[in-house]
């Protein structure tokens, strides 16, 4: 792992927000303009996907709070094209694309339904650590960390660190609250491959 590198996190920003995959499907809720939007998933050989699990969240899904009625999913066709129909065109979307056994996905931000095909291009995971403290960094807390827009949502218990493996490469801003009432919004500028974030109420260190 590279050097430390502290990220200094008021304990009051407004924000919201890490681990995966919430399993029911249902249409999204309400708009009275609908229309198609759809897309092709590729894998990091350029080919298509095949089988890949897409899903369709709304830009503002906060996972803190989980709703699966708000989540689509489909999967690709053998040229690895999906499809959503009776897209609310009145808000804004996120895609999330992966192979879950192969660790590989991909996040498209701020779509909007009508003409075109969106492209996802999958890439290997990044993997987040998760730690929670009292203060000082000695003894450990429980609590949340997730990523707004998408549903990634692990629970820290305490006692070890929190493993989040499917990572898109784009999502670089997660949220850690505690148990004890702090938060801390975090984005960062790049990732390596691994990140490890250890935090207390004063501040975070992610260490990659």
Same mark, same amino acid.
């Given at each position: 792992?590279? @050097?430390?590198?502290?990220?200094?996190?008021?304990?009051?920003?407004?924000?919201?927000?890490?681990?995966?995959?919430?399993?029911?499907?249902?249409?999204?809720?309400?708009?009275?303009?609908?229309?198609?939007?759809?897309?092709? /998933?590729?894998?990091?050989?350029?080919?298509?996907?095949?089988?890949?699990?897409? =899903?369709?969240?709304?830009?503002?899904?906060?996972?803190?709070?989980?709703?699966?009625?708000?989540?689509?999913?489909?999967?690709?066709?053998?040229?690895?094209? %999906?499809? %959503?129909?009776?897209?609310?065109?009145?808000?804004?979307?996120?895609?999330?694309?992966?192979?879950?056994?192969?660790?590989?996905?991909?996040?498209?931000?701020?779509? =909007?339904?009508?003409?075109?095909?969106?492209?996802?291009?999958?890439?290997?995971?990044? &993997?987040?650590?998760?730690?929670?403290?009292?203060?000082?960094?000695?003894?450990?807390?429980?609590?949340? #960390?997730? %990523?707004?827009?998408?549903?990634?949502? #692990?629970?820290?218990?305490? /006692?070890?660190?929190?493993? &989040?493996?499917?990572?898109?490469?784009?999502?670089?801003? %997660?949220?850690?609250?505690? @148990? #004890?009432?702090? =938060?801390?919004?975090?984005?960062?500028?790049?990732?390596?491959?691994? /990140?490890? /974030?250890?935090?207390?109420?004063?501040?975070?260190?992610?260490?990659?």
């Amino acid at each position: 792992m590279n @050097r430390m590198a502290k990220f200094a996190a008021a304990g009051s920003l407004l924000l919201a927000a890490c681990l995966f995959m919430p399993d029911e499907q249902t249409a999204q809720g309400g708009g009275s303009d609908t229309e198609t939007l759809t897309g092709i /998933v590729t894998g990091a050989d350029g080919g298509p996907a095949i089988g890949a699990l897409v =899903k369709l969240l709304p830009a503002d899904y906060d996972p803190s709070h989980p709703d699966t009625t708000l989540i689509r999913k489909a999967s690709t066709d053998k040229s690895g094209r %999906f499809r %959503f129909e009776k897209v609310d065109s009145a808000r804004s979307w996120n895609l999330i694309a992966g192979t879950p056994g192969r660790k590989s996905w991909a996040l498209a931000r701020g779509l =909007k339904p009508g003409p075109g095909s969106r492209p996802l291009s999958l890439s290997l995971a990044k &993997v987040f650590l998760f730690s929670l403290h009292y203060a000082g960094y000695e003894y450990k807390d429980s609590g949340i #960390a997730y %990523f707004p827009g998408t549903d990634i949502l #692990a629970h820290c218990n305490g /006692v070890s660190a929190s493993l &989040v493996d499917s990572v898109p490469a784009g999502a670089m801003r %997660f949220i850690v609250e505690s @148990r #004890a009432g702090w =938060k801390h919004d975090t984005t960062l500028v790049s990732i390596v491959d691994s /990140v490890d /974030v250890q935090a207390d109420r004063n501040g975070i260190i992610c260490a990659q």
